[in-house]
């Protein structure tokens, strides 16, 4: 009983300096503007992870052989979105000026923003795949520039026109499907036309950002705002599997509100997402 | 602070007299056998309405360009169903000759007794379209001939033979089905026939009837008999798109019970169909 | 069926100009650390007042002799603490220049800083009496000065020493209790004293603060912080009486978090707490 | 594997010819005004009983050492209130004139008008205990004279002056406390004075009928409309032990909704309170 | 009112002599390592049933026309696995012994080896189908050879090679999938293949094990371990419909956790497929 | 991010070497039989200490002051009773040993025992306090010794007479309670007599053993069993403050079962009275 008590996300116990993948969490849910909660999302991740299996029959890997670190959660100042977002920035900095790919768990969407910000200045050329219900393509919310439902067109700023792919979109104003038309490749509904994406994208780096709504709300209730008509989780599996010849530089999953999860089948669910994506990403 | 608190369906704000379209909620659930508890659906579905968008990406259309009057709930005496059902009748009486259409949000699948005998005598020639897990045809209910499970062998009462379109159906007694094979035109398990039916119906006066419970219980699990083996959002969303041709003159949608809807993921899914089912139906 | 939805707190109906006690609500909770949810708090309170009954057999006083106003929601700007803060000031000091008594359901604690703000403008000798779980007294909390955990150190400095009067309070830094020694009037655990300092503020202007949490855990479950070791119902009902003989000018009553109060039961005691308030507010 | 699956109370297996007391269900809430489903209150009492011990150190006797028959729950046509007051009566007449004492566990309140019909038949002189946080006296409720909120006002139309014994009432139409004032044996808030008229009806017949939101919402949130400012559990069971006395020929135990009761405390406080009754009543 | 109190499940009510079929229950999750809670499945689906209807559309049988004895739950004593499992032998020994076929409802996915027991002792040329979101197939868990996640081991250790067919499987460890490559008829993700498979043991003695969990988790919530990426409930009823010709001597449906299924649906899917197969194998 | 996660109870974050209170948990639930899930308890405990401060207004003491070390969870093998209690008893006489209190969180009650092995040799003259609504007194529990509700009378096995002191108890069979007339020193329903056995015990070594249960089912919902009629949470508070003089050796904390406290009331209480027993276990 002399060992200290770490927690970690399922089999990610590798040491800092000889992991591949880090794995961090960003408790953070500031500018929801529906129903809050998605703060509890990364310890409910890591705590439920244990009623997983560290092998995946879809990819036929295991995370007992992959070198993934989990470095908790980032300490965030409460109500200073601004100052969150350059804490996020930082930390993705650091892991990536350290060699390290990484998967971050939110949290509310916005927190990709930060991410973003680190690895476009590293890989200028990034592209960035969206996998959501939301377009998250609006100039401000309520007068705020920095929101949930602003921060892909917060990334077009960062990237133009032509680099963020937006799959699963079911929910936006008519303004900004507008937008969408113009600057972004926006595929309605599902992710069939995902593959054709992913090949496209072999050998750029590539930024996955993958809010949990895109899920069916029959198959994600665990969410502030669940959104029904969205994909199956054979879908979302289906596609995560494909992320496996990209070259992810970094990745976020994001939106389980475990309180609105009474069953634990969201969070089960997003356990098993995360379990997957991180044996696509891991070498 | 000096404007009343005006609670609407979302940006159902029109004035009465410039509305095309009426929504209002009959909170009843008198004849509930099972699990009781519909009475709070229409206050559920007003008040989350919030959590969606006004723009539909599925038809194009915003609830904003619409001239829709939320007029709330009938007021209704308890334990009287005979009284519930004239009153019901009433509204939508009037509703129809003041040339308005209406949505009625349910409360139990009964109230749309009362509705049908409004349309029914105002429109003789009616057809009415049926979405739902159960046939709704005894001859009586424990010797009662109001119930909810009766409901629509009163509506066939008032209809005749032929003019029901049943969809959906995976629930009833034997000789509920026996009885439908005869005098209504009911399709089991799903909607896939209803393209056929709506182009039949083209030009004639149609009320639609939907009981949310012909969806799988995954994708509505808050109601009082859920019933697995229904179709999927994505395809009652689909059937719904269908009603934009017709001559929908009334319609209600009904047996939400928000209690058993702990994630608020049912009450969401109401909510996005009912705006889906007014932007059919709005001018 | 051409009236509006008009959707007030329990018999609150008089008109603005009418009326002697003005109701509104705050839906903000961006400050809150642990739990959010209080934003629902406003919209639950007033939905479920009509489960109680207007009279009351306290005080045998009925809410149908009163004349109140229930104006609704602000709407408030997402994630802009100082600015929330400067609209309830304006909200509540046009009240009072119109003669208005009000009653402000939040929402977390920091509302009451907005409130305090105009009400100590007009009545500057005002006292404030805070009923709380919580000494709410930090300098500043994760570097922010505003804060649920700072708002009455925040309303000490608009008043100074000797004039917040706090009550139940049963948690807090030690640092906050030394505060609270040398420049407020601390009466921990319960609200024994209370009837001494009623007597002691008659006919001065009385800010009456109830945080909710002030309940034991068991009679208020349905908050963000729960919080054991609280005041009964009965006991907090019978300082509610004491109100009676005083000069309240303004009131608020916050805290509830109704996605955490499964039962309604915290639901139905604010309720019942914000009926009993207003019967000794209103003339 | 040969015997049927017997499901009964606690220990309340004797045959009914052996039986002293006999308990039985009556699934009945059709003329709830608020929150349905106390139908479900028997088969929750009975089936949860199992998680308490037959033998109570309150009183020193055991389950075990009575005979007790358990005669399931009393089927009712739906929706017919009239008709169910009627099956409620003939049951208990029939008990009656076999002799029998019986409980009777609702359902809503308004079953126990059935109970006292046949109770006031056989024992005109019967007195009536009602441990309640409602009046129950009003005249009509929405024009039906028939309603839980009407129930006590139809017993004294039976009863008359004098022979209702109202204990813990809280909630209530200033015209209903008026009624009392002239007509019935209030006890306003709590049980103080029980002792007193338990010791007055010493030797004569009493009906007990016990709604168990006479407990303050902490110690029951299970039912419909909970209600603040009520007796704790320790209280109820200090005078249910009062009973022992008592010359009990009938009484219920109602109003449990165990759907509000998701820790399942409330009703594991009614099977409890149930056994402590069956144990005073019993020989 | 001198009946007893049965239980059954819906209409299984023959006498025990004349029943062809035999349902029972087994309130068993000893070993269950992650979210406890099955020990409640059986009485909640037998509590549940009277939500459905006794008529199949999907096979246009009655329940009312099947000869089946519901003899309860079989009483367990606590902590004693190996007691536990001889208890489910004897009892289903017997029950082959005096002809009758059987549905076991769990309970724990382990209780199938006590069943399996005795069927295999009768019928040496058993087949075993089992449709699980997980492959059971470890030798040891944390050291105890008999676990929920040993027990098709321990089913192949008595059938051996080639018996042992397993549908819906995605989730176990990397060694359960290399012995099910040589050992069993693994078939993966879904019930694709299970037409073939029936072909092929027509006319054969055949065990039928259902763990609910093969379903999806957006059919299924109510489980221990609800696993995303499993069949619909559509799939498995076509399945189950399959089950028509086959020779099933024994059968059992497990792994429903009641407490984790707060709407109530995943306990109806579980009483619909109850249903079902009792009509695919009542004869 | 180069720090692993390391999770403690909050603020017990000291080194083991200079700790001198060394808090663990034991997740078992292994006897449970009424509703399991003890073995979520403490994970629960030490997640959700951060809700509440390290400051006691009660005793004004910090536990930022305090040297506590916290060792996570015991390592258990699944279903193996004896075992679990060998590992218990090792890790407590290794604590000893060492010269540490220990305070261990449950998990079920049977977990004293393991602790109270270690704790009677090293402290052969040892005074067993326990807190408690139920005897937990029988001799075997359906043919089993080992079990929650026999744990206290294996405790007597290893003390005698005149050292078990129980406070609290309301519940357990008729047999138990003579047990404890001849054998224990037993204090019915309430802890009023706590005072004086504490002074009694002044000097001797003592090992406090607290089922929270022992408080009212109002203020402590989430347990397997929650039992009316406890005490209320300031007399626990009252008792704990108690402590302070005492030689407490070693304690636990325990039936805390989360998933049935909705709320998170329970858990909040839990964690402020394990705050509180540290602090007055720490010097």
Not at 22 to 36: K, Q
Not at 76 to 86: D, H, I, K, W
Not at 190 to 204: I, R
Not at 246 to 257: A, F, K, Q, T
Request: hydrophobic share 40%; proline share 4%; net charge negative.
């Amino acid at each position: 009983m002399r060992d200290k008590n770490v927690q970690t996300f399922l089999a990610c116990d590798a040491e800092y300096g000889a992991a591949d993948v880090v794995l961090f969490g960003v408790p953070f849910d500031g500018t929801t503007s529906f129903r809050p909660g998605t703060r509890f999302g990364p310890s409910a991740i890591r705590g439920e992870s244990f009623g997983i299996e560290t092998y995946s029959p879809y990819c036929d890997r295991d995370l007992t052989d992959c070198r993934i670190f989990d470095g908790g959660d980032l300490e965030l100042p409460f109500g200073n979105t601004q100052r969150v977002l350059e804490l996020i920035r930082d930390s993705a900095a650091d892991l990536l000026a350290d060699g390290k790919r990484f998967v971050m768990l939110g949290g509310e969407h916005l927190i990709t923003l930060g991410a973003v910000r680190a690895v476009a200045e590293r890989f200028p050329d990034v592209h960035v795949i969206q996998f959501d219900a939301h377009t998250d393509l609006r100039k401000e919310y309520l007068g705020e520039p920095l929101s949930h439902s602003t921060v892909m067109r917060q990334v077009w700023n960062l990237l133009g026109d032509g680099r963020l792919h937006q799959f699963g979109i079911r929910s936006g104003e008519r303004t900004e499907f507008e937008f969408a038309r113009e600057h972004t490749c926006l595929h309605k509904f599902n992710l069939a036309d995902f593959t054709e994406t992913a090949a496209q994208l072999q050998g750029m780096p590539v930024y996955f950002s993958l809010d949990l709504d895109v899920l069916d709300s029959s198959a994600f209730c665990g969410t502030g705002t669940p959104e029904a008509g969205g994909v199956t989780f054979k879908e979302l599996m289906e596609a995560v599997l494909r992320l496996h010849g990209l070259n992810i530089v970094g990745c976020d999953i994001n939106e389980l509100s475990p309180h609105y999860d009474h069953s634990g089948s969201s969070t089960a669910a997003a356990c098993k997402i995360t379990r997957e994506i991180l044996l696509q990403i891991a070498r």
